[in-house]
């Protein structure tokens, strides 16, 4: 493998940084050789894929096949003339000498990455969609509904379909949507480019980008932008897809979540945010401004309800969980204590949920420090704990409003609440969607939408299909609320 870092000379800071790489491969007799080699820029693959391939007899020496590798490496370097190349060992290759040593800059991320990229196989076929498609299934699916999925029963299928060639594009995605209509699950399911592209283009910042957590191998995480808004405010004024976040409006960002620098993000339409990012795994360090235009509605409604002589309450209407749920809720209560509420009604019914990762931070505001917020369970069935880390910011008796429509989000606020005696639930049971998916992007644009695990409450109920039976069904007073929080805490510490 080769690589370098090229600054052609009186080059302008943007055509130089290019990274040539070339990866070849010799396997056993008959002796096979084949490279390809591509160039990135500022982390961008700008060329990939040029094969060159060769098979020659077993008595051959490997040093033909580092030959190969040399000429590989001098395609890029060198300056177009025409260049011969045959699948015999013995034929001429022609190509000009290699310029001056270009300066090398080793960057082990854009190495890998471009490995990966090498080594994969053509998915952009129709035959090799389908079979990404697969893949995803193969690697990710919890199968809920039937608890037959096998990965045997699942190669035989990948067999049956792909024993016969797929002539069209369409015919592709028809397949694809049969073979996760198999598996019986609702919410498996199959997007076309532009159901794709919709759902790539909701925004949670306020500024047209998602943000991604990515390990980096040190036990650090790195934020990253996963997606873009084209021609939206980030990817106007310079942001680009793999940025790495470093720090907002002077913060860093380091141990935050992507949730957390999504909400410092926000702001009022026309106000202004700095962004510091770094391009690339090994690109230069940027500054850059961005103005807010594309802002979540709120959807947190709020007021303070006191009968005479009754200790004033604070209602608070939460329509779903979006980017500016906790934010809002937050917002809301304090200025609902400052007006003297000191209960709250918090009322989820007919909230079908939204942002997952909104619901779990509400509901940290109310949990004590390392509470259960919720476990999620995968394929290997193993609970993982999602807990609070801090202390919590609200400490006031909850109702909590729920109906036959309160799903997913809601559910698991609901349930956390509950679980941990923090709040008493009125009303209906709930919808009971307890079941965790993920939207993965095709080499066409296409994507699939694959259920891959499920949330356990804090007492080990499954939600999905079960819902959440309240505690009263209609509004108690406040002395059986404070009675059955009592009661649940005395059972919990017992």
Not at 155 to 165: A, C, G, Q, R, Y
Not at 290 to 295: I, K, W, Y
């Amino acid at each position: 493998s080769y690589r370098a870092q090229l600054k052609p000379r009186g080059a302008k800071r943007s055509e130089g940084e290019m990274i040539v790489l070339s990866l070849c491969a010799v396997k056993p007799p008959p002796y096979y050789l084949y490279c390809i080699i591509g160039s990135l820029n500022n982390g961008r693959i700008l060329k990939k894929g040029y094969p060159i391939s060769s098979k020659w007899p077993q008595k051959h020496s490997i040093g033909t096949a580092v030959t190969g590798i040399a000429l590989s490496f001098g395609l890029l370097l060198s300056s177009p003339t025409p260049l011969s190349l045959a699948t015999d060992s013995s034929a001429a290759i022609e190509h000009s000498p290699l310029p001056s040593s270009p300066s090398i800059k080793v960057c082990e991320e854009d190495e890998r990455e471009f490995r990966a990229e090498a080594a994969a196989p053509n998915l952009a076929t129709n035959e090799g969609i389908v079979e990404e498609a697969w893949e995803i299934v193969n690697d990710s699916f919890l199968d809920t509904v039937h608890h037959r999925w096998s990965p045997d029963s699942w190669l035989h299928k990948k067999d049956d379909i792909l024993s016969t060639s797929i002539k069209t594009r369409s015919k592709a995605h028809d397949t694809i949507r049969r073979m996760l209509a198999s598996l019986g699950d609702p919410y498996t399911r199959f997007l076309t480019p532009e159901e794709f592209s919709k759902m790539a283009r909701y925004d949670m910042t306020g500024i047209g980008i998602n943000l991604r957590e990515i390990p980096d191998g040190n036990g650090n995480i790195n934020l990253k932008v996963l997606g873009l808004i084209l021609d939206g405010p980030a990817h106007t004024a310079g942001v680009r897809q793999g940025d790495e976040i470093l720090s907002v409006d002077g913060e860093d960002v380091g141990g935050k979540s992507a949730f957390e620098v999504s909400s410092m993000l926000q702001g009022p339409s026309g106000t202004f945010v700095t962004l510091e990012v770094k391009h690339g795994n090994c690109g230069r360090v940027q500054s850059i401004e961005v103005q807010r235009q594309l802002v979540p509605r709120t959807p947190v409604f709020y007021r303070l309800e006191q009968d005479s002589g009754a200790t004033p309450v604070g209602y608070v209407h939460l329509k779903e969980f979006n980017a500016l749920a906790r934010r809002d809720i937050v917002t809301a209560m304090k200025r609902l204590q400052d007006l003297g509420a000191s209960s709250f009604v918090l009322d989820l019914r007919d909230n079908f949920g939204g942002l997952v990762q909104a619901g779990v931070e509400i509901a940290k505001l109310f949990l004590d420090k390392g509470d259960a917020v919720i476990y999620t369970a995968g394929r290997d069935q193993a609970l993982n704990a999602v807990v609070a880390e801090t202390a919590p910011l609200f400490t006031t008796p909850v109702i909590i409003l729920v109906n036959h429509n309160t799903a997913s989000a809601s559910e698991i606020v609901a349930s956390a609440l509950h679980d941990n005696c923090k709040a008493a639930l009125v009303g209906e049971k709930t919808y009971g969607k307890g079941l965790i998916q993920s939207v993965f992007e095709l080499h066409d644009g296409s994507g699939v939408v694959v259920t891959i695990g499920k949330y356990v409450t804090r007492g080990h109920s499954d939600i999905n299909g079960n819902g959440i039976e309240p505690d009263f069904r209609n509004i108690p007073r406040w002395s059986e609320v404070m009675e059955r929080l009592s009661t649940c805490n005395r059972s919990r510490h017992s």
